[in-house]
């Protein structure tokens, strides 16, 4: 901890920093906390510094990722505190990180953790631990105990790091790196805290004979049905109620809250069309559901994260006219009393099922359902026996917050 004492200092006391830790490199290294909007579009930027000349690597929309950092305009900044900082070498900067604290995450669990996210950086040990040691210092000096992540910005967007599938663009609201990164964090004290899955899957598949069989002994009781978009926000809502009720339970669970699912609401009133989100109906009741959304990476390959002043006609034509041949399903749940029942597998699949069909038949060649939690085998059971094959890995790192 010594070794990063005095960046942290200067990180807490929004001072440049003169320090060289490797006297072998030609410029000292800074950790300079974001502050205003011309540092915020800076860290912003920094991934496409680390990661640009990665084939695998597309710049997200510059205009979506202020959005997703503006404390006005993503309503988890209502239940959350964060900060950011950079890491520059000299006038190059070099890596960044955010730490977040998140009252809800709090209430729900009692644990005193918070959690780091937004890392990249240069292909240095003494960067990555600049970084880490600053966040974890921010955390601690707000009483938290234990630091988790990478969260970007929460459990509920984009989580964990990238160890296995290094070779493969990442879908929309999926993180990207490169593979030294996971060697650095846990040179930092880091360990494994939970790993998830992104399963791919051709949408042409065939229900498994016992799968069949399932489906055709309740086929009296349950129905399936697209989004009724004339009672759109009561529709929304109900997806809120099955996704917090279905999660409840899972490793890391945060409610998500009305407003931040009205946002995701919004963005996929505009996005796609109500078919691809489909509803499983049990004796009348709503009983599980699947989202499923063209891979928008796949349309904003090549814009280089501008929309201005042709991007948004090339990314409209895309999405509309030529269809990704990729797609995500990133939000899915069943009903907690029928998980453990011979119907919860059927439910699973029927959803997975209706939104195959319409990929499928919108042209869609691969399909991607993440994130799964690696030990969630009812889940993956039935991903592997409809052909879906694990492509991908993401861990989330802990250690706990020594006094220091």
Not at 59 to 85: D, G, T, V
Not at 90 to 113: F, K, M, N, W, Y
Not at 120 to 147: I, N
Not at 285 to 297: D, H, K, M, R, T
Request: with cysteine; aromatic share 10%.
């Amino acid at each position: 901890m010594e070794k990063y004492a005095s960046i942290i200092f200067a990180s807490r006391l929004n001072l440049p920093m003169t320090v060289n830790l490797n006297p072998s490199k030609a410029a000292p290294l800074r950790i300079i906390p974001v502050s205003g909007k011309a540092d915020l579009d800076q860290f912003i930027r920094i991934p496409n510094i680390i990661l640009g000349s990665d084939p695998a690597w597309i710049p997200p929309l510059l205009i979506e990722r202020r959005m997703h950092l503006s404390i006005k305009s993503n309503p988890y900044f209502q239940h959350a505190r964060w900060q950011a900082w950079i890491a520059w070498r000299g006038e190059q900067p070099v890596g960044r990180i955010s730490a977040q604290i998140d009252a809800l995450h709090l209430e729900q669990h009692d644990d005193a953790t918070g959690f780091f996210g937004m890392l990249d950086a240069e292909d240095q040990e003494e960067t990555f631990g600049a970084l880490l040691s600053t966040a974890e210092q921010w955390l601690r000096d707000q009483g938290m105990h234990r630091v988790r992540g990478p969260f970007n910005l929460s459990i509920n967007e984009e989580m964990g790091l990238l160890i296995d599938g290094f070779d493969t663009s990442p879908t929309f609201m999926m993180g990207h790196a490169l593979p030294y990164y996971g060697g650095y964090i846990e040179q930092c004290g880091y360990h494994k805290a939970k790993d998830t899955l992104a399963y791919m899957i051709a949408p042409d598949f065939e229900a498994p004979a016992v799968m069949r069989r399932l489906i055709a002994a309740s086929a009296h009781r349950v129905r399936v049905r697209p989004l009724d978009r004339k009672r759109f926000d009561d529709e929304v809502s109900l997806l809120r109620d099955i996704f917090n009720e279905a999660w409840a339970e899972n490793w890391g669970f945060v409610p998500i809250t009305a407003a931040e699912f009205h946002d995701v609401g919004q963005n996929l009133r505009f996005l796609i069309a109500s078919e691809l989100i489909q509803i499983a109906e049990v004796d009348g009741e709503a009983a599980a559901f699947i989202v499923a959304l063209p891979n928008v990476n796949e349309a904003i390959r090549g814009l280089g994260g501008r929309l201005f002043p042709t991007g948004w006609l090339k990314l409209l034509w895309r999405l509309k006219v030529r269809f990704p041949s990729t797609a995500r399903v990133p939000l899915m749940g069943v009903r907690r009393k029928f998980q453990h029942t011979r119907l919860g597998p059927g439910l699973a699949f029927l959803v997975i099922d209706a939104v195959r069909e319409q990929l499928h038949s919108r042209g869609a060649k691969q399909i991607e359902l993440s994130w799964i939690l690696e030990d969630n085998a009812g889940m993956c059971n039935i991903i592997e026996s409809i052909g879906g094959h694990a492509y991908k890995r993401y861990r989330v790192y802990e250690r706990q917050l020594e006094e220091c």
